[in-house]
């Protein structure tokens, strides 16, 4: 069977990863072109992963009749009209996350996604097709814990990110830290409950890193979260982890409970030595979630090829959207926030 043809658009901090594992680590497709405003990342992936097109505009990219499908790892506020654009020109999307940062943008384009049955369209929630979670995933459905009760979330970044992150902040909105960050914990939530966020309440604090301020970014943000069927999540995301990068969920329910990465332990190795019994910790989402990157690229691959959708959807997108948007709503009014789920459509 021929190769689908990608093409990239960003080659940043995540951009990288994913060309990378598109050029390398995927059968079955080739990483024929690549779009970034910034040429050394150009000049990156024509020596060292072979790409043939190298574009300055998307716009250019997304017309070229050699590409089957894009990658869209541009700054947050780009993903919308980029994913309309490359559905018009009948390319097959994988966007990361969030699917934008609007939520009549995210419908507008959830109108064109619907519109495209045919093509493929697949957001970046990475953490489902890690296998951690994907072991947690089917005990919570085989009823293993009973009905959850809480959901608890850790997502910190790394504070030795701190600087490539105040500069991906000063270049483009992120949407803010529940946006940019909560929002994989929202998607877990709702991917473990099957159930939609009701109210919210997020408080947040900066402590350490003034320059957050000035990119109007928070350290540490935390929300507590009621379900339709109150079920209780609770939220910490944070920049300022000093032991590496911390993403830990608890799961509690009536018949039990669980917990994925209750310490964000690097690997299997425990160290005895003077400074007592240490375990190494994940540095950075590259680390963590390496081969989730993988399988979350190779699914897309094989939807397109099979002709189906994956399970993570445009309203995936939209509802998560719309939560992490609450949260960030609840911090800035200091009000408990009362999301509407009345009209949404199932892709
Ligand atoms: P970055 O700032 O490091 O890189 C952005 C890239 O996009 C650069 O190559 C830049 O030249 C290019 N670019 C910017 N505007 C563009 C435009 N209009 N057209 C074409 N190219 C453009 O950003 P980073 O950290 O790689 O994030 C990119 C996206 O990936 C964001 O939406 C972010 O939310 C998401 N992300 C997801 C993660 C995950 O855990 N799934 C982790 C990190 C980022």
């Not at 049955?117 to 489902?128: D, E, I, K, Y």
């Not at 809480?150 to 949407?175: H, L, N, Q, T």
């Not at 944070?238 to 310490?263: F, Q, S």
């Not at 690229?297 to 997108?317: H, L, T, V």
Request: proline share 3%.
């Amino acid at each position: 069977m021929e190769k689908i043809k990608v093409g990239i658009v960003g080659l940043g901090r995540l951009g990288k990863v994913h060309a990378k594992n598109l050029a390398e680590n995927v059968q079955g497709c080739q990483l024929i072109a690549a779009c970034s405003f910034v040429q050394e990342e150009l000049d990156y992936a024509i020596t060292e992963l072979g790409v043939k097109e190298t574009y300055k505009t998307y716009e250019e990219m997304v017309k070229s009749p050699t590409i089957d499908a894009v990658f869209i790892v541009s700054p947050s506020g780009f993903h919308c009209e980029q994913i309309q654009l490359a559905m018009e020109n009948g390319k097959h999307v994988f966007s990361e996350k969030p699917i934008g940062l609007d939520i009549a943008e995210i419908k507008e384009t959830q109108k064109v996604i619907q519109k495209h049955p045919n093509l493929v369209f697949m957001l970046g929630f990475m953490r489902r097709y890690d296998d951690s979670y994907q072991y947690a995933k089917q005990l919570v459905d085989a009823g293993e814990l009973g009905e959850l009760t809480v959901i608890r979330c850790y997502s910190i970044d790394p504070s030795s990110g701190m600087e490539s992150f105040v500069k991906f902040a000063g270049a483009s909105d992120s949407g803010g830290i529940f946006v940019d960050m909560s929002i994989h914990d929202i998607d877990l939530v709702r991917w473990f409950t099957k159930k939609e966020v009701q109210t919210v309440w997020a408080i947040g604090k900066n402590a350490a890193y003034p320059e957050l301020d000035e990119v109007g970014e928070l350290e540490t943000g935390t929300a507590l979260m009621q379900l339709e069927d109150k079920t209780m999540a609770i939220l910490v995301a944070g920049r300022n982890c000093h032991h590496g990068y911390h993403v830990e969920t608890e799961l509690i329910g009536t018949k039990g409970m669980l917990r994925v990465a209750a310490a964000p332990e690097k690997n299997l190795v425990t160290v005895m030595n003077e400074q007592g019994v240490v375990r190494s910790c994940s540095q950075d989402f590259p680390e963590r979630f390496r081969e989730a990157f993988v399988n979350e690229a190779k699914e897309f691959i094989a939807c397109i090829k099979e002709k189906r959708q994956p399970e993570i959807s445009a309203n995936d997108g939209l509802q998560s959207t719309k939560v992490a948007l609450a949260c960030k709503e609840s911090f800035e009014t200091h009000k408990l926030i009362t999301i509407e789920n009345q009209e949404e459509t199932t892709k």
